[in-house]
């Protein structure tokens, strides 16, 4: 088994485009990255710059391949908890977007989303603690110097 033992992430992150290893690719994240209890993590869903790459397994809620189904943005759209950047039918809103990273009023959304009990009772999200997974202050670096 691989292990995904907590603390072993590297706090700052290094530009987000990291292999994290054989790991993603089995679908045991995919049972950890929890709706409404993890922050999403896979580039599909942050885009390039924060985000992993993601599963090589399609999702189990919407079919398409690249992320888990704890921050599917239909699964999310289908809550009435559209996720930052995405419509609630699990589209991209191309204006929150530059091309493949979010704008920086859409990481500033990512913020609030991800401390917002309604989104995750348990008092906001738990960032899963793989290799330079992203993390809330990620979140908040990005919502202050992205681009625009
Ligand atoms: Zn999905």
Same mark, same amino acid.
């Given at each position: 088994?691989?292990? =995904?033992?907590?603390? !072993?992430?590297?706090?700052?992150?290094?530009? *987000?485009?990291?292999?994290? *290893?054989?790991?993603?690719?089995?679908?045991?994240?995919?049972?950890?990255?929890? %709706?409404?209890?993890?922050?999403?993590?896979?580039?599909?869903?942050?885009?390039?710059?924060?985000?992993?790459? *993601? +599963?090589?397994?399609?999702?189990?809620?919407?079919? !398409?391949? *690249?992320?888990?189904?704890?921050?599917?943005?239909?699964?999310?759209?289908?809550?009435?908890?559209?996720?930052?950047?995405?419509? &609630?039918?699990? $589209? $991209?809103?191309?204006?929150?977007?530059? $091309?493949?990273? +979010?704008?920086?009023? !859409?990481?500033?959304?990512?913020? &609030?989303?991800?401390?917002?009990?309604?989104? =995750?009772?348990?008092?906001?999200?738990?960032? %899963?603690?793989?290799?330079?997974? +992203?993390? %809330?202050?990620? =979140?908040?670096?990005?919502?202050?110097?992205?681009? %625009?």
């Amino acid at each position: 088994m691989v292990s =995904f033992a907590p603390g !072993t992430a590297s706090g700052g992150g290094t530009g *987000g485009n990291v292999s994290v *290893g054989a790991g993603r690719t089995d679908g045991s994240a995919g049972n950890k990255c929890k %709706l409404q209890v993890n922050a999403p993590l896979s580039k599909d869903i942050l885009g390039d710059v924060i985000g992993l790459d *993601g +599963p090589g397994v399609a999702c189990w809620e919407c079919g !398409t391949q *690249g992320h888990y189904k704890g921050e599917c943005a239909l699964a999310w759209g289908r809550l009435g908890r559209p996720l930052p950047g995405w419509d &609630k039918n699990g $589209k $991209k809103k191309p204006g929150d977007w530059n $091309k493949a990273e +979010p704008k920086r009023k !859409t990481y500033g959304a990512w913020v &609030k989303f991800l401390e917002d009990v309604g989104n =995750f009772p348990a008092g906001g999200a738990e960032f %899963l603690a793989l290799t330079d997974a +992203p993390d %809330l202050d990620r =979140f908040k670096e990005r919502a202050r110097s992205a681009p %625009l």
